[in-house]
């Protein structure tokens, strides 16, 4: 909140409409699916409505809470009535038209709008030490739950058999839940980057891609290994060493000081040295916390400097149409002078 008053004070705004819940969470605690926060220099309001009552009272700390009976926006409007100009930041992404439009509609003329985008997304790009500790715990619960179901990949199991295996493995480790829907792809399916698991059963001789996440006390994990079902072949050694070692240039690359994209840049080089880059169809990573996808993102053209503390995926991959797919997928905290492991999962190419 501190240090979020301070970027106010830059943008020349008197407060700021905080409405995207993992920025809520994230200032003030509150960790329900209905609240905003409004973030003045001397003091600060959550409004959330009458569910939340006795929540709020237990989690929010440094802000008034305001319980709205006629909805968050008719609420705010009735805490800013005394107001005579206001110079309100907000983040345009993160409301709606219909929302700004009542906004506008019921805070009249006082308000000046001032956009702000990526403000407190910037904070949260840097962890501190309790959350880091409470990734570093994510990281390691789902690289458990990837060992553990790894063991229900036989000829017959379906994608969906096997990933219902391991959303139930993350909530009987103690974490909420998946923190996305987890991917399990098979045979010429692992080819698709973002598939979501299907009745098809694995076969003799398929590769298999696993990515999963698991969310523990609000923050996220996400990794991902890809399997072979029998004896690997020639081919596919060759694919899995080329982008075992894309991973490691990636994350030889990441140290603070340098850019995002040249993160990016590196692992597609050792994959273009392999003539596999036209196969890499997505970005090398992202960054993780209270989302799974956060600031920064390792790709082309993205310019943030990484700095000590961020936390990020690095997960290049190869899809091949008709073939398949290999994926391997590690998240790493930028330490002083480098990058940090965080998921402890074994990344040699298993054979089942
Ligand atoms: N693990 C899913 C993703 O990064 O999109
Ligand atoms: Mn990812």
């Given at each position: 909140m501190r240090r979020?008053?301070?970027?106010?004070?830059?943008?020349?705004?008197?407060?700021?409409?905080?409405?995207?819940?993992?920025?809520?969470?994230?200032?003030?605690?509150?960790?329900?699916?209905?609240?905003?926060?409004?973030?003045?220099?001397?003091?600060?309001?959550?409004?959330?409505?009458?569910r939340y009552t006795f929540q709020a009272?237990?989690?929010?700390?440094?802000?008034?809470?305001?319980?709205a009976p006629h909805g968050l926006i008719n609420s705010l409007a009735e805490a800013l009535k005394g107001r005579r100009r206001l110079r309100l930041a907000y983040s345009p992404a993160q409301l709606s038209v219909a929302q700004f439009n009542a906004l506008k509609?019921?805070?009249?003329?006082?308000?000046?709008?001032?956009?702000?985008?990526?403000?407190?997304?910037?904070?949260?790009?840097?962890?501190?030490?309790?959350?880091?500790?409470?990734?570093?715990?994510?990281?390691?619960?789902?690289?458990?739950?990837f060992e553990q179901s790894v063991a229900s990949i036989r000829p017959g199991v379906t994608e969906l058999a096997l990933a219902a295996k391991i959303e139930f493995a993350i909530k009987s480790r103690g974490a909420q839940g998946p923190s996305f829907e987890t991917i399990v792809a098979s045979g010429p399916?692992?080819?698709?980057?973002?598939?979501?698991?299907?009745?098809?059963?694995?076969?003799?001789?398929?590769?298999?891609?696993?990515?999963?996440?698991?969310?523990?006390?609000?923050?996220?994990?996400?990794?991902?290994?890809?399997?072979?079902?029998?004896?690997?072949?020639?081919?596919?050694?060759?694919?899995?060493?080329?982008?075992?070692?894309?991973?490691?240039?990636?994350?030889?690359?990441?140290r603070p000081g340098v850019t995002a994209q040249s993160v990016d840049a590196a692992a597609r080089k050792a994959l273009r040295s392999q003539g596999l880059e036209r196969f890499f169809t997505h970005s090398t990573g992202h960054g993780l916390g209270l989302e799974v996808h956060e600031m920064p993102r390792l790709g082309r053209g993205e310019e943030t400097v990484l700095q000590q503390g961020m936390v990020l995926t690095v997960e290049p991959g190869v899809y091949l149409d008709g073939f398949g797919g290999i994926r391997i997928e590690d998240d790493v905290v930028v330490t002083s002078s480098g990058a940090e492991d965080l998921t402890t999962a074994p990344r040699e190419l298993l054979g089942l």
């Open positions: 979020l008053r301070l970027s106010l004070l830059g943008l020349c705004a008197d407060a700021l409409l905080v409405t995207h819940l993992p920025n809520v969470r994230y200032l003030c605690g509150f960790t329900g699916s209905s609240g905003w926060l409004l973030v003045e220099q001397d003091r600060s309001t959550f409004f959330t409505d009458s009272r237990q989690e929010v700390l440094g802000a008034r809470i305001q319980i509609a019921g805070l009249g003329g006082r308000v000046r709008w001032v956009r702000a985008s990526q403000l407190i997304e910037t904070l949260r790009a840097v962890k501190d030490a309790s959350e880091l500790n409470t990734i570093r715990d994510a990281c390691m619960l789902i690289s458990r739950v399916r692992s080819a698709w980057a973002h598939a979501t698991p299907s009745l098809k059963p694995f076969r003799k001789n398929e590769l298999v891609v696993l990515d999963q996440g698991a969310i523990l006390r609000g923050y996220c994990s996400d990794m991902t290994r890809t399997v072979f079902l029998g004896r690997p072949t020639p081919k596919v050694r060759r694919l899995y060493g080329a982008v075992l070692e894309a991973q490691d240039a990636a994350k030889a690359a990441i």
